[in-house]
């Protein structure tokens, strides 16, 4: 039986579940924790945190966009756009290519601030990688491809005009 690589510790077998399953449920709380604290590094809510990240990864959004992400209203994401422009993380600029629509901006210091704190983490699970062989990193992708897939096919499907 393998050892928990942190701890030396074999993970334990609730109701038979395999190791690694509860490895994953432990990432799954490891990840809600550490949204948690980076939502506090930039002083902001879970929906702030996630329109944040949406406008890291995307760029510039009209409001309209950032609403569709985000599964809320246009009205609630005004809110959510104004408590982010009040705190300095994004800014309301003009569209060029629509002369009466506005885009939301991510402010790059925030992107910086946001990024300073992700790198670290994102880096040490790229180092942990460099440990296995090309073969086992096939594996590695494959088995969380799957787990992935397995997770997806647990949602409900998205409507076509949201996707």
Same mark, same amino acid.
């Given at each position: 039986?393998?050892?928990?690589?942190?701890?030396?510790?074999?993970?334990?077998?609730?109701?038979?579940?395999?190791?690694?399953?509860?490895?994953?449920?432990?990432?799954?709380?490891?990840?809600?924790?550490?949204?948690?604290?980076?939502?506090?590094?930039?002083?902001?809510?879970?929906?702030?945190?996630?329109?944040?990240?949406?406008?890291?990864?995307?760029?510039?959004?009209?409001?309209?966009?950032?609403?569709?992400?985000?599964?809320?209203?246009? *009205?609630?994401?005004? =809110?959510?756009?104004?408590? /982010?422009?009040? &705190?300095?993380? @994004?800014? %309301?600029?003009?569209? !060029?290519?629509?002369?009466?629509?506005?885009?939301?901006?991510?402010?790059?210091?925030?992107?910086?601030?946001?990024?300073?704190?992700?790198?670290?983490?994102?880096?040490?699970?790229?180092?942990?990688?460099?440990?296995?062989?090309? *073969?086992?990193?096939? =594996?590695?992708?494959?088995? /969380?491809?799957? &787990?992935?897939? @397995?997770? %997806?096919?647990?949602? !409900?499907?998205?409507?076509?005009?949201?996707?």
């Amino acid at each position: 039986m393998q050892r928990d690589g942190a701890s030396g510790r074999v993970p334990s077998r609730p109701l038979g579940v395999h190791p690694a399953t509860t490895l994953l449920r432990d990432i799954a709380d490891l990840t809600t924790e550490f949204e948690r604290h980076l939502g506090r590094q930039l002083t902001v809510n879970p929906t702030d945190l996630e329109a944040m990240d949406h406008l890291i990864r995307e760029g510039a959004l009209s409001p309209t966009e950032l609403a569709n992400r985000l599964h809320i209203t246009t *009205a609630a994401v005004t =809110t959510v756009v104004d408590r /982010l422009v009040a &705190v300095g993380h @994004v800014s %309301r600029e003009a569209n !060029p290519r629509d002369r009466r629509g506005v885009l939301v901006v991510p402010a790059p210091e925030s992107v910086r601030r946001a990024m300073s704190t992700l790198m670290p983490m994102i880096l040490g699970m790229d180092d942990v990688l460099s440990d296995f062989n090309d *073969a086992e990193k096939d =594996t590695i992708t494959s088995y /969380l491809s799957r &787990v992935v897939a @397995v997770y %997806r096919a647990q949602l !409900p499907s998205k409507p076509a005009d949201s996707a």
